[in-house]
């Protein structure tokens, strides 16, 4: 596609249920980063990967939360359990290069637990 | 401390004001983006800068390594301008970023 397209755009989930949210990054973009941004807050790092290898997970903030990349493209995040504390935008973002790099995000994936 | 600092937090223009939103960093790091998001919407990619000055129609954004510390720069600033602007900095590897709060830019005509 043109751009990184993630989906729901929107989800609203029961406190407990589990949710999985999509990135399509742009095609043969080798890196993609999954950012969690809370209301009126700036965006924070959740988890990385190059290709298929997911290099650091250490921003994804409690075991609930798990991200995969099979085959090097699209990538999912998945929240187990959800909680109210887990309601943010979850933002995906490509880059061509595996180092610096411009980075295109997505339009991102506003969860609200009730 | 958040390690990327934004100033203003908002900011309100009259359309045609020059703009300036300034960013400064706490560590060592080898580029800066300036990114615009728009609200319900996700976020574009102003310019990603390492040095010097960088130029794209109304938007100037200079960067000073050595002082850590970046400006964005919007000359006759219009109502359509009016998003959030936030900074970042690349940790570790290269686009590992952290971000500043943002800075809401609110344009009226």
């Known amino acids: 596609g043109a751009g990184v397209s993630q989906s729901p755009r929107y989800k609203v989930a029961k406190r407990g249920q589990d949710v999985a949210l999509r990135c399509d990054p742009i095609s043969g973009h080798v890196s993609l980063f999954w950012y969690q941004q809370a209301l009126g807050q700036g965006p924070e790092f959740l988890t990385y990967?190059?290709?298929?290898?997911?290099?650091?997970k250490s921003g994804l903030p409690s075991d609930r939360f798990f991200a995969e990349r099979p085959e090097g493209s699209v990538s999912t995040l998945k929240i187990q359990r959800t909680q109210q504390e887990d309601s943010a935008v979850y933002l995906c973002?490509?880059?061509?290069?595996?180092?610096?790099?411009?980075?295109?995000f997505g339009e991102g994936s506003r969860l609200t637990v009730l | 401390k958040n390690e990327v600092e934004q100033s203003p937090q908002n900011l309100t223009a009259q359309e045609g004001e020059f703009i300036t939103i300034n960013c400064s960093y706490s560590v060592g790091i080898s580029a800066l983006h300036w990114l615009q998001q728009h609200p319900g919407g996700g976020i574009v990619s102003l310019f990603m800068l390492s040095s010097g000055k960088k130029k794209h129609g109304r938007l100037i954004a200079t960067i000073n390594i050595q002082e850590k510390h970046s400006s964005l720069h919007i000359t006759a600033s219009h109502p359509r301008d009016s998003a959030v602007y936030i900074c970042?900095?690349?940790?570790?590897?290269?686009?590992?970023?952290?971000f500043g709060a943002g800075t809401i830019l609110r344009v009226k005509s």
């Open positions: 970042a900095g690349p940790m570790e590897y290269g686009n590992k970023l952290v």
């Open positions: 990967f190059q290709n298929e290898a997911q290099l650091d």
């Open positions: 973002a490509s880059s061509h290069a595996t180092n610096t790099g411009e980075l295109f």
